[in-house]
């Protein structure tokens, strides 16, 4: 025979187990209708974004100083119009780029034999023997010839001959190392042009950081504020230093490593689209400022004039990193009827939880536990 059962129900008229039931109940309520619903939002379905970013620096200066301020052989080649073009060197794919603020420039090299630098390690000699034909040191410029020579920088150092491009990479920075050479592109400024997309979400999902309301004359006059214009594409390079709590006259002097990031946190509930998808910029410096050893960022590339000349010269600037994140919510009918699911079964907890505060509380009561179960 099919028999259908139903529970036993006992009212026990006890003041104290009616608010513990009562506040447990109130706190699930408050935790599906506060946290579940509200903060984490389960019943929405998220994705992650694609992102695909481009950039364009702008920006020209004059290095125009008397050869008494640079202090550095061939001055000359410091004092020159720098453009974006001469300036800025744009990664491909990344969005990245880089922003000269530094040079040290060795002009005219040719293949020959010269002094090492004395201040290489190792480099210093007494005699012929100290420098084994063919040696490489690990920061030296070229092979020992196995000549102990005097030193073209200072007459009382010896130090071994090499088979290298000479004269060897000069290491005096101009202006005495007290102030970048390119402390005008501090003014350049930068247009961050970022595409974003949730595919799973369907075509229409997919914008720019332009917003749709811009013109021309707009991004051609704007420039990019968190409070007065947080909306703008195009960012003064200084202020990126700034916004990052750094000085650029510092990380000019030996390069750096910045982050521009782009967090796109995009809700489309209650009727909001792609429009009210706005992004949000911020600003870090990467590397460690206060490194000691080998601080800050920068490269060496060189011009060749003809098979045995050249101009070397040791680039010092700040590295831009781009870094897009963020994701597209919206209500999904499965996501919520799986987050009301999960969260009602917490109400039998507040049966177990009301069933043993009942257990404590009567122990020092044997008549009522018998009434009740019973």
């Known amino acids: 025979m099919l028999v259908y059962t139903t529970q036993r129900i006992v009212k026990i008229p006890s003041r104290l187990l009616a608010i513990t039931y009562y506040i447990i109940v109130f706190a699930v309520i408050l935790y599906i209708g506060g946290y579940a619903l509200g903060y984490s939002k389960a019943y929405q379905r998220r994705t992650q974004l694609d992102s695909v970013v481009v950039t364009k620096v702008k920006g020209v200066i004059r290095t125009d100083y008397s050869d008494k301020e640079l202090a550095i052989p061939n001055p000359e080649f410091y004092r020159r119009v720098w453009d974006a073009t001469d300036a800025v060197i744009h990664e491909l794919g990344s ?32 005699m012929d023997k100290d420098c084994i034909i063919g040696r490489y040191l690990k920061l030296g ?55 974003i997309e949730f595919p799973e979400f369907g075509v229409a999902y997919q914008r720019r950081n332009i917003l749709e309301s811009a013109t021309n004359t707009y991004l051609q006059k704007c420039l ?111 996501k919520f009827i799986l987050a009301i699911g999960a969260s009602m079964g917490l109400f039998a907890v507040v049966c177990y939880l009301t069933s043993f505060e009942l257990t404590f509380s009567t122990m020092s009561h044997p008549m009522t536990v018998i009434f009740v179960f019973n």
């Not at 002009?107 to 090492?116: H, K």
């Not at 005097?150 to 000069?170: F, L, M």
């Not at 102030?179 to 930068?190: E, N």
């Open 141 to 195: 410029n070229g092979l020992m010839t196995g000549k102990c020579i005097t030193s073209d920088k200072n007459i009382k150092v010896r130090t071994c001959q090499v088979d290298s491009w000479c004269p060897i990479e000069q290491s005096r920075p101009p202006l005495n190392g007290i102030t970048p050479l390119l402390l005008g592109t501090q003014d350049f400024t930068v247009l961050v042009k970022n595409s």
């Open 95 to 126: 969005g990245g780029f880089f922003i000269l603020t530094n040079v040290i420039i060795t002009s005219n090299q040719t293949r020959g034999l010269c002094p090492e630098d004395q201040n290489v390690e190792g480099a210093q000699c007494t």
């Open 224 to 334: 990019y504020h968190p409070k007065t214009d947080p909306y703008c594409p195009t960012i003064r390079i200084g202020d990126i230093v700034n916004f990052a709590n750094e000085n650029y006259n510092n990380v000019g002097l030996t390069g750096a490593v910045f982050s521009i990031q782009i967090n796109w946190d995009c809700s489309f509930d209650w009727g909001k689209t792609m429009k009210d998808c706005l992004p949000k910029y911020s600003f870090s410096r990467k590397d460690n400022p206060k490194a000691i050893l080998s601080p800050g960022f920068n490269f060496r590339s060189a011009i060749y004039h003809e098979e045995n000349r050249r101009t070397l010269t040791r680039n010092i600037g700040l590295k831009f990193i781009i870094e897009v994140e963020g994701e597209g919510r919206k209500f999904d009918s499965t």
